[in-house]
């Protein structure tokens, strides 16, 4: 292969950035030494920081998704910036990054409304930042900056309202009928994220041409999980982390939905409009659903709710009753399994996750935790 032709394969996708040798003008070292501390191009500063640190996760011997490494990316910069532009810190370079600077952030971050989980995700991007300089352990937990009484001290772990979009009285069918109208790929992608709960980037990533695959193929931890069911579907692109996970397929609407997939897109590609990138996919995804009302601000609901529909719907049919955030009150016999097959379904490997979409474990009738009967639950179809 020549070398022009090597170098346009390798623009078609996202690859890392090939890192300077050590001691080169690009090296991220040597740019941070030429930058005396206290200068005004903070801006090459974290550019170097980033450059040096982004690939690294934050507490593993491994690297992050390009995904997150853009989060950190974009965060960080938007961060010094309205720092120095929009504080009495107007000359701070971002290696003298201090506590009192990130109390005024999040000062301006409770006064603007960011939601909380929104918070803590910052704060999570500032402290695996104030490692690289030098600084581990610098940025203290959520309620250090906000009270120990403020609602932004603690994220929510348990579900407390049902999050599916029948919950806001909208009819999947016809609104995706909607959408689909508008643009068919679009609506491809609501229709699997509706039928096997996959988040929208595996919806828009999903290979249709082969992904029905026999039990015995399957992902030992995903059979156990569904006895019932002989066939699976492969979802092996745009998970969380590169965590692959096979779902069951267990109607023929699911099966008719992968048969019209493999009809309009081409062996070996996905289910997104050919000639766009993947960011194209994901911007064309989100402006569709906003402009069919598929936003909090608009509906109450967004494509991840059709991920709390299945999770909920689902539990119902195992155990035979509602979940907590729908209204169950009593722990049902097979509620211990029917989470275990939720987990399995979302592709998480902690089952406390499960809260996160149903609500939590609810006591038995007469105060006590209720056992849980798993042979009456895998008895369920």
């Known amino acids: 292969m020549s070398n022009s032709s090597s170098s346009k394969k390798i623009q078609r996708g996202r690859p890392h950035q090939r890192r300077a040798p050590p001691g080169t003008s690009e090296d991220p070292d040597a740019?941070?030494?030429?930058?005396?501390?206290?200068?005004?191009?903070?801006?090459?500063?974290?550019?170097?920081?980033?450059?040096?640190?982004n690939h690294q996760h934050a507490t593993k011997h491994k690297?992050?998704?390009?995904?997150?490494?853009?989060?950190?990316?974009?965060?960080?910069a938007a961060f010094f910036r309205e720092l120095r532009r929009h504080t009495q810190f107007n000359n701070l370079d971002p290696r003298q990054l201090a506590n009192r600077h990130v109390t005024v952030m999040v000062a301006r971050w409770v006064e603007r409304g960011l939601k909380t989980a929104t918070i803590h995700n910052y704060l999570s991007f500032l402290r695996t930042y104030a490692g690289w300089i030098g600084k581990a352990g610098m940025v203290l937990p959520p309620e250090h900056y906000v009270g120990s009484d403020s609602p932004h001290a603690h994220r929510k772990q348990v579900a407390t309202e049902d999050k599916g979009w029948s919950a806001k009285h909208i009819d999947i069918k016809a609104k995706t009928a909607e959408i689909a109208a508008f643009d068919p790929w679009v609506g491809l992608q609501v229709e699997i994220?509706?039928?096997?709960?996959?988040?929208?980037?595996?919806a828009r990533h999903f290979h249709p041409h082969g992904a029905i695959i026999p039990r015995e193929q399957a992902n030992p931890r995903d059979a156990e999980a569904f006895p019932e069911a002989e066939f699976f579907v492969q979802v092996r692109h745009g998970g969380k982390g590169g965590r692959a996970r096979d779902v069951p397929l267990t109607t023929a609407a699911q099966r008719e939905l992968i048969e019209r997939c493999c009809t309009v897109v081409a062996k070996g590609m996905y289910v997104g409009r050919p000639g766009r990138t993947s960011e194209q996919n994901q911007n064309r995804f989100h402006y569709v659903l906003r402009k069919f009302g598929i936003s909090e601000k608009q509906l109450g609901v967004v494509a991840h709710g059709?991920?709390?529909?299945?999770?909920?719907?689902?539990?119902?049919?195992?155990?035979?009753?509602?979940?907590?955030?729908?209204?169950?009150?009593?722990?049902?016999?097979?509620?211990?399994l029917a989470r275990e097959r939720a987990a399995s379904r979302l592709g998480h490997s902690r089952l406390q996750v499960v809260s996160?979409?149903?609500?939590?474990?609810?006591?038995?009738?007469?105060?006590?935790?209720?056992?849980?009967?798993?042979a009456a639950a895998r008895e369920v179809p």
Request: charged share 30%; net charge positive.
């Open 306 to 336: 059709l991920r709390h529909q299945l999770v909920n719907d689902e539990y119902e049919r195992d155990t035979g009753s509602p979940t907590p955030v729908r209204g169950g009150d009593v722990r049902p016999i097979g509620d211990a």
């Open 63 to 76: 690297g992050v998704s390009f995904d997150t490494m853009l989060d950190r990316q974009r965060f960080l």
């Open 356 to 374: 996160c979409y149903i609500g939590p474990q609810v006591r038995g009738p007469e105060g006590t935790t209720q056992a849980t009967d798993g």
């Open 31 to 53: 740019i941070l030494a030429r930058l005396p501390v206290g200068t005004r191009d903070y801006i090459r500063v974290v550019g170097a920081l980033l450059k040096k640190f």
């Open 193 to 202: 994220c509706d039928a096997f709960g996959l988040r929208g980037k595996e």
